[in-house]
């Protein structure tokens, strides 16, 4: 909410009402137990893709690392 007149000069009012109806909806069905998440990963070649996420874990340590470094210029 406090970027919609950001998200609104990119995009439109409708966009920006029909995101808040989405992530509204999302969230309440987050808390009420009834959303599930999932995650596919299609490859054309078996190992493309990791058997394990840990590269993920990895992946969002070093994401931090760096807001952090930004955080403290």
């Known amino acids: 909410m406090a970027n919609w007149n950001k ?3 990119i995009y439109d009012a ?6 808040e ?5 999302v969230m309440l069905g987050f ?3 009834s ?3 999932y995650q596919i990963i299609v490859a054309l ?3 493309a893709v990791p058997i394990v996420r840990d590269y ?4 969002e340590r070093a994401l931090l690392k760096r807001e952090k470094v930004n955080q403290s210029d």
């Open 56 to 59: 993920i874990i990895e992946n």
């Open 45 to 47: 070649k078996r190992d």
């Open 7 to 9: 998200a609104e000069a």
């Open 31 to 33: 808390f009420n137990g």
């Open 21 to 25: 109806f989405y992530l509204a909806s």
């Open 35 to 37: 959303n599930m998440n």
């Open 14 to 19: 409708r966009f920006c009402r029909m995101m």
